[in-house]
């Protein structure tokens, strides 16, 4: 397994509360919760490992969380409470999976190629970023490849069009659009009026009364 698939941890097991937050992301740590089928499991994560790798992580991504004292937990980053200003992690969730157990996740759809039609001056526009899926977490996939190469103008990708691996099941509608290629309207012409105005010679202007 890739190491940037690879979390590792440290049990929780005192100074809880926001004080002993506080003091935990003062020491370069972050607190974190690993949910699943039993008890909550409080552990910490150390930040500089966590925001090296959090790039590389979607809600689709597996990783294994090393918990010193404990044992490795097969885990999804669910979520994590960001301070933009301060630029730092605050909290994480995880989700713990279990084995042989399906999972629910969406999964990124990244598109591939050049569309004909935006070679013909149509623009592509991509509708849907996620697909909601389930399947064992061995065949959990990384992200769908959209090829949206053949695409024409006025032509669409549809979610049955995706090529989905046997053991996937899609909790979407299939055929709701991912991608499309549009023609781009063109500006209209200036109106005949307004253009007969700008050619209108000053000397049409009323002559002064002579005294």
Known sequence: MSDKKQLSAKLRTADFGSAGSRRLLRNGEI?????????PLHVIVNAREF?????????????????AGDKAHQVFVKTFQEDLLRNCIHHIDFFEITAGHSVRTHVRVELQGTPVGCKAGGVLDQVIHEIEIECLPKDLPELFVADVSALDINE???VDMLQVP??????EDPEATIASVKAVKEEAAPAADDAAAEAAPAADAAPAESK
């Open 31 to 39: 607190p974190a919760v690993v949910y699943g089928k039993g008890e």
């Open 51 to 67: 925001n090296a790798k959090r790039s590389a992580f979607s809600e689709s991504t597996l990783i294994t969380l090393d918990v």
């Open 156 to 158: 669409a990708f549809r």
């Open 166 to 171: 046997a053991g996937i099941k899609i909790h």
